[in-house]
């Protein structure tokens, strides 16, 4: 069983264009609405997949009651902490070429009591998960520490963590040791304080946070593939994308195909590849189903072109 903890969780409504023009009225071609934030989209990626999962989160106002019941309709149980504030709806246009354009609410702010009570939800039902997840923003009125402390607590209590985060809560949480984190790499440059150019730069930068305090490290590099280095070795993965319809949420489905993989070794990175390919052809933020994967389009491999640049350089 997983267990998600997303801190600032989200509606996500996904539009299809078939153009954006400043200034015009457009009509959608498709939309829908998704349970959103990165947690509860593991815990999207990890139910499609056929496994149990739990996704703890503040949820406010008629916003939060969609998402709960949404969540419900996955097949997850929603853990609910009631907040003051109203959860927000962040918005995804995507036109023909596979170009998306996205604008992501602040979100609540969460009070002291919020946040402790968020902390003792993870706390009571965290007996018998396989894996704590932690993903995404901290929402306002959470410290950039707030994390380590989830980190802190749950290794206390016997728990592996898995954390999704960026900027000064990455930087706090490594001193906790989780057991995963999945930066991207522009997150893994900014967390090495240096621009990243090609695979072997994002390797370093890997290292580097293993050295800092991650056990294991699994970097998504956009579709250039994944690298994962732990205490197993350091590997390479990729896969054959015919066509990208949607990139949202698909690192997030990564990271649940390598978790409900073990969560660790070439395995492990070969399934987060599938995963995060299948999902990239799918509409808006949809999980991929184990049908939709193609284990055999992904290639993993420990012989690395540390030369090889990036198709999105890092800076």
């Known amino acids: 069983m997983i267990l998600t903890v997303t801190p600032n969780p989200s509606l996500d409504r996904t539009y299809e264009l078939p153009g954006l023009t400043r200034g015009a009225v457009l009509r959608a071609t498709y939309d829908r609405v998704d349970p959103g934030g990165k947690g509860i ?19 406010g ?10 969540l419900g309709e996955h097949g997850i149980e929603a853990v609910g902490v009631p907040i003051v504030g ?96 999945k930066p991207n790499a522009e997150e893994l440059a900014e967390a090495v304080g240096r621009p990243l150019e090609t695979v072997g730069d994002a390797m370093k930068a890997a290292e580097e946070l293993r050295e800092r305090g991650a056990r294991s490290v699994l970097a998504s590099l956009g579709a250039d593939g994944q690298l994962l280095v732990d205490g197993t070795g350091t590997y390479f993965g990729s896969a054959r994308v015919d066509a990208v319809r949607s990139n949202v ?24 590849v599938a995963h995060g390919a299948a999902a990239v052809q799918l509409p808006g933020s949809v999980m991929p189903t184990p049908a939709e994967l193609d284990l055999s389009a992904v290639t993993t491999t420990t012989d690395i072109a540390l030369d090889r640049p990036l198709t999105e350089p890092a800076s």
Do not use: M
């Open 41 to 59: 989209n593991v815990s999207r990626a990890v139910a499609a997949a056929g496994h149990r999962t739990v996704a703890v989160a503040p949820l």
């Open 61 to 70: 106002g008629p916003e939060g009651a969609l998402l709960a019941r949404l």
């Open 86 to 181: 109203s959860t927000r709806i962040n918005v995804t246009l995507v036109e023909p070429d596979g170009t998306l354009t996205k604008v992501n609410a602040v979100g609540p702010e969460i009070t002291v009591a919020e946040a402790e009570a968020l902390l003792d939800a993870v706390r009571t039902r965290s007996a018998t998960t396989d894996w704590i997840v932690c993903c995404g923003s901290l929402p306002r009125g959470l410290s950039p520490q707030w994390y380590a402390e989830l980190v802190a607590r749950s290794h206390r209590a016997g728990a592996r963590i898995a954390l999704d985060t960026s900027g000064a809560a990455l930087i706090e949480a490594l001193r906790e040791r989780p057991d995963v984190i």
């Open 249 to 272: 949420g698909a690192g997030d489905a990564s990271l649940a195909g390598f978790l409900t993989a073990g969560g660790r070794g070439p395995a492990a990175l070969a399934a987060a």
